[in-house]
């Protein structure tokens, strides 16, 4: 009876390809047809056991398997989680994933909606105790061998740096690739902007000026085509573009790696002297320089969003000489638009903090709030005792924080706050209410028992 039901039940198999270049794709029988026809003719062999393979094609062609952001992994997974799939069929491990971690998660995936694994190459069935073993045995070897081939990857590059090659990424503006020798080679008129902009910073020392005139006169960015027929056109030249075409030195035809950079193979667009003037002037103007202190020891860091656009509120300096002066704090959207169009406005650091701390206070001291406060506070005295505790912790509030250090008052601004929105003429902070309560919890008990 039970030998009867187990083969009348009907297995239902997904067959998941992948390839991670598109090379030979267009041909009529490819990479992902050989794995696909290896993986319907093992389920055919499974059939006396109920095998069934499904129609669905869960084909990645040109996706790396050093990742799940794979639109069939996500199409097939899709399916899993609606009940359509029992077992999942590959030609072999690392066509699934290359990754360790991943595939620890696509099997705990796996096991959460019953769906068996199976490698049709490697003979990895994770129905059985032996099949898991195997199949960590040979995830690891495969998380070793992607290592590996990062590593010569990584070491290839830098070689061929070394040599002055140019490696790729993202298309520069005033070259072009070669498409033979793969050598960067000067766009002419995209290299007149180039001149122009270094030409223009020396004169006025603004980036943000630099980019305004470059959107007056009608100059765009790169515009270029990705291998697939892509197309991007040129985007609007702002102020942080300007900083990095400043700071490349690819335009005194050096191939930059990582802290350093090597002669390059392709000709250089600005001269030595240019270049030189142009570093030092940057590094007397740049107020956020890469050796700027942490943002723990900012209070507000990585709270503060703009109620107009959106943008993230950041902490800015003016810099006289080497040191610091005045600090203020400014949407930082903004000042990537060459010309100013939110109407935050720049609020000196003092003032701000002033006004943050006082809406913490006011908000504290509604009776509201002093209702969920003493809802939440789980003590043994009476409702009177614990807001008296409550409005006494809230009182010392000011207190402290003048006597505490920068680390302790990001700590304690980010355990009650979530959120700082600034507007034009108010500031509205959002709370972190379980924070708040454990907070004034401690402050206020301590506070009783003194």
């Known amino acids: 009876m039970d030998r009867k039901t187990q083969i009348s039940k009907t297995y239902r198999c997904a067959i998941y390809t992948r390839k991670?270049?598109?090379?030979?794709?267009?041909?009529d029988f490819?990479?992902?047809?050989?794995?696909?026809?290896?993986?319907?003719?093992?389920?055919?062999?499974?059939?006396?056991?109920?095998?069934?393979?499904?129609?669905?094609?869960y084909d990645d062609g040109g996706f790396s398997g050093g990742n799940t952001n794979r639109p069939a992994l996500q199409r097939l997974m899709k399916d899993i989680r609606a009940g359509r799939v029992d077992i999942v069929v590959v030609y072999k491990l690392d066509r699934l994933t290359r990754s360790l971690m991943d595939f620890s998660d696509l099997q705990e995936f796996f096991d959460r909606y019953g769906v068996s694994f199976v490698s049709v190459t490697q003979e990895i069935n994770t129905s059985t105790s032996a099949g898991r073993m195997m199949l960590n045995i040979l995830m690891t070897f495969?998380?070793?061998?992607?290592?590996?081939i990062a590593e010569r990857v990584r070491d290839k590059v830098a070689a061929a740096k070394k040599r002055g090659k140019h490696c790729g990424g993202y298309p520069v503006l005033g070259y072009d690739s070669d498409p033979v020798s793969?050598?960067?080679v000067i766009n002419p008129q995209e290299a007149e902007i180039v001149r122009f902009v270094f030409k223009k910073y020396l004169e006025c020392g603004s980036a943000k000026e630099v980019a305004t005139e470059l959107e007056?006169?009608?100059?765009?960015?790169?515009?270029w085509t990705t291998k697939s027929g892509i197309r991007h056109d040129g985007q609007k030249i702002n102020n942080h573009m300007i900083y990095r075409m400043?700071?490349?030195?690819?335009?005194?035809g050096r191939v930059p790696h990582r802290d350093t950079s090597y002669p390059g193979e392709h000709e250089a667009i600005v001269d030595e002297e240019t270049w030189r003037r142009t570093q030092e002037?940057?590094?007397t103007n740049l107020t956020h320089d890469a050796g700027r202190k942490s943002t723990k020891?900012?209070?507000?860091?990585?709270?503060?969003?703009c109620g107009h656009c959106g943008g993230a509120i950041t902490l800015c300096h003016t810099v006289k000489g080497k040191k610091r002066q005045y600090g203020y704090y400014l949407c930082n959207e903004d000042t990537k638009r060459n010309i100013k169009t939110c109407p935050t406005p720049r609020i000196p650091a003092a003032e701000f903090e002033s006004l943050v701390l006082r809406e913490i206070a006011t908000v504290l001291k509604t009776p509201t709030m002093l209702a969920e406060i003493d809802r939440r506070l789980e003590a043994d005295d009476d409702m009177s005792v614990r807001q008296e505790m409550t409005a006494r912790a809230v009182a010392q509030l000011e207190q402290l924080w003048e006597v505490m250090v920068p680390t302790e008052r990001y700590a304690l601004i980010h355990r009650i706050v979530s959120r700082i929105v600034v507007f034009k003429d108010r500031l509205k902070v959002e709370f972190n209410r379980d924070g708040m309560v454990k907070l004034l919890q401690e402050a206020g008990l301590e506070a009783a028992h003194e």
């Open 281 to 283: 002037l940057l590094a």
């Open 182 to 184: 793969k050598k960067l």
């Open 246 to 252: 400043l700071k490349s030195p690819l335009y005194i």
């Open 20 to 27: 991670s270049h598109e090379l030979d794709l267009e041909q």
């Open 297 to 305: 020891l900012q209070p507000f860091a990585g709270l503060g969003r």
């Open 216 to 223: 007056r006169m009608g100059c765009r960015g790169k515009v």
């Open 142 to 148: 495969a998380q070793y061998e992607r290592e590996i």
């Open 30 to 57: 490819n990479t992902l047809d050989a794995q696909r026809e290896a993986g319907e003719n093992y389920i055919a062999s499974q059939m006396a056991n109920g095998w069934m393979c499904l129609p669905e094609r």
